[in-house]
Structures are given as structure tokens and as C-alpha cells.
């Protein structure tokens, strides 16, 4: 399903390639009439190739917007981004062909910039993608993949895990031994954080750890949470 944002920046494209020598002084709203006849007759010309090269980017380049309206950056560091989905929860997915990946955007709060995260990988060249009911369709190279999707997934498991916990504590409180609390220390650094903050691996681990289990930066937050408890000092 083509988002209104990608499809408003490709309706607005279609001046700029009919009438490339008006690109710079183009402004948003403007409307143009093309009348087949006055195009120039097929093989009248000899064909070209006119593609766009990238440029580096620059604090003062900003997209032309209309009055009253603003453009910030949202997000950056993706490959090659191109179809995106807003999901119930907000957050946005986005393609990223030449990376074989579907990464998700979430911004804690405006004007803050968003975060990317893998949320799958090992894709060929994904596109399209589309929710529906309980399932996300993506499709690449290799075909139409369905992933099983709930929005209150996240939220479950969170509170399984934090009455894991609980039970845990009583536990130890009833058998006289020592709980150790490795939730709390581990919050801000869950799957859902970018690599290097991420101490919890995902389903699809980018660091040498199992699927969801401690990378080495979880491992060495968890003893020095066993340590403290312990009132041992940590080793610098």
C-alpha cells in the first residue's frame, strides 16, 4: 500500500521531469498543463540517459514546502529507503531494498529525530509492504512473505516479564536468598535500541549472541548487577 507522503513526493516529482529547465523555480502547488499534441513525436530525438547523482547534504538544503508549513528530517542513515507503513502504534516501517532489510522508525517525540532498527532482515530487495488484519505482507524478489503481527505484542511480553520477575523476588524472599534485579539496569537497552546500546538481542541477533539473549554488552551489565548486589566492587 503506497503511503500519501510517497505518493504526494511522486506526484510532485512529475513537473519537475516534464519541465526539467523550470526545476529550480518550480514552487509547491504549482499546476502545469501537458497536451499530448504539443509533445514531440516518438524517436525525434535521440534517447538519453538523464539520472539524478547524489549529492552531500547540507544544513541549508530543505525540501520547498507550502506556506505555513515546515520540513524537518525525521530520520537518516538508511539505505536506499523506499516504501513506508505507519503502524497502529505509530512507529514507521520502511523498506530498504539494497540492504535486504524492513526497518522500523520510532521517534520518542516530536522534534526529535526518529530511530532506525532492523525489523527483519535477510530479505531480497523488499518493497511494498501492507498490514492487514493480523499479519504484515511484505514483498521482495523472492515473493509475498506474511509475518504474523500484533500490535500489542510488545506490551504482552513486557508484562510477562515483569511478573516473571515479581515471582522470581518472592522466591527468593521466601527461601532466604539473594535476588539480583537485571530488569531494571537493562531498561533503554532492549531489542528495540540501536546496535551498541541494544544489550538484548533480537530474533535476528547482529551481535554474537543467541535470539534473544544477552551480546556481550547485556552479559557484563548483568554481572556488575550481580556485583553491586553483592557489594562487590566491579573491576574497572
Not at 52 to 59: E, I, K, L, Q
Not at 134 to 159: K, Q, S
Not at 162 to 176: F, S, V, Y
Request: charged share 20%.
Amino acid at each position: 500500500m503506497r503511503s500519501p507522503v510517497a505518493a504526494a513526493i511522486l506526484l510532485a516529482a512529475i513537473p519537475f521531469i516534464a519541465l526539467p529547465a523550470l526545476a529550480e523555480d518550480v514552487a509547491p502547488g504549482t499546476k502545469f498543463e501537458i497536451r499530448p499534441d504539443a509533445l514531440p513525436k516518438p524517436y525525434a530525438t535521440d534517447a538519453v540517459a538523464n539520472s539524478a547523482g547524489p549529492v552531500a547534504r547540507t544544513d541549508a538544503m530543505r525540501p520547498q514546502v507550502p506556506k505555513g508549513m515546515t520540513a524537518t528530517l525525521f530520520a537518516s542513515g538508511l539505505s536506499g529507503p523506499r516504501e513506508m507503513l505507519v503502524l497502529p502504534d505509530r512507529s514507521i516501517l520502511v523498506s530498504e531494498p539494497e540492504a535486504g532489510r524492513i526497518s522500523r522508525l520510532v521517534a520518542p517525540s516530536p522534534p526529535a529525530r526518529a530511530r532506525a532498527m532492523p525489523f527483519l532482515t535477510g530479505l531480497d530487495g523488499p518493497y511494498g509492504m501492507t498490514l492487514r488484519r493480523d499479519a504484515l505482507y511484505v514483498a521482495d524478489l523472492d515473493g509475498l512473505w506474511r509475518v504474523p503481527y500484533t500490535a500489542g505484542d510488545v506490551e504482552y511480553l513486557r508484562g510477562v516479564l515483569g511478573h516473571l520477575n515479581d515471582t522470581i523476588a518472592e522466591a527468593a524472599a521466601e527461601g532466604d536468598a539473594t535476588y539480583v534485579d537485571t530488569f531494571t539496569p537493562t531498561v533503554g537497552h532492549d531489542v528495540c535500541t540501536l546496535p551498541g546500546t541494544r544489550w538484548i538481542e533480537g530474533l535476528a541477533p547482529t551481535a554474537p549472541a543467541l535470539p534473544v539473549h544477552p551480546n556481550a554488552l547485556g552479559s557484563e551489565a548483568l554481572a556488575r548487577a550481580v556485583l553491586t548486589t553483592l557489594g562487590v566492587p566491579a573491576a574497572a
